[in-house]
């Protein structure tokens, strides 16, 4: 085999490891993105305060901040400057937060809710295999209540 041939199988064998460690670093993502002010104070002290385990499931770093994420993206919390929800949607009160359901991303099983009236917002994604959404929302409605209030609901849900 010439030097040419053998130099050419050793750069694409160096650029298909490169592209495999990229993927392998670029899983912990869980198709995450960070929000907008992600990387506030306030979202950071959000983040720190989630618990380790929720709805049986144990919690997993994504390398977006202002994020946290439980089992496989099975519960997904997001924080920063989010605020795709109408104003006039339906909106409930949990233990002193006021959330709303973001029918958009709201299909197939998938439960997404926003805080209402908090700056930074938090927002909360549950995957169908989460039986008690109720209970994640309660849970994550202790630690998002230390956000900023601006406003409370107008109409309850």
Same mark, same amino acid.
């Given at each position: 085999m010439t030097s040419g041939r053998r130099l050419a199988?050793?750069?694409?064998? @160096?650029?298909? @490891?490169?592209?495999?460690? @990229?993927? +392998?670093?670029?899983?912990?993502?869980?198709?995450?993105?960070?929000?907008?002010?992600?990387?506030?104070?306030?979202?950071?002290?959000?983040?720190?305060?989630?618990?380790?385990?929720l709805a049986g499931h144990e919690r997993n770093d994504s390398d977006q901040k202002g994020t946290a994420v439980w089992g496989d993206g099975d519960v997904i919390l997001r924080c920063g400057n989010?605020?795709?929800?109408? /104003?006039?949607?339906?909106?409930?009160?949990?233990?002193?937060?006021?959330?709303?359901?973001? /029918?958009?991303?709201?299909?197939? +099983?998938?439960?997404?809710?926003?805080?209402?009236?908090?700056s930074p917002a938090a927002e909360v994604t549950m995957s169908e295999r989460i039986k008690d959404k109720n209970a994640v929302i309660g849970e994550v409605s202790g630690i998002v209540s230390g956000l900023a209030r601006q406003k409370a609901c107008a109409k309850q849900g």
């Open positions: 199988q050793v750069a694409v064998i @160096a650029v298909c @490891a490169a592209a495999l460690a @990229a993927c +392998g670093t670029s899983s912990s993502s869980y198709n995450v993105s960070g929000a907008p002010g992600g990387a506030s104070a306030a979202c950071s002290s959000v983040v720190s305060k989630a618990p380790q385990k989010i605020s795709d929800v109408p /104003e006039s949607a339906p909106c409930t009160s949990v233990k002193g937060v006021d959330w709303v359901v973001n /029918e958009k991303k709201t299909h197939d +099983g998938v439960k997404t809710v926003l805080s209402y009236g908090r």
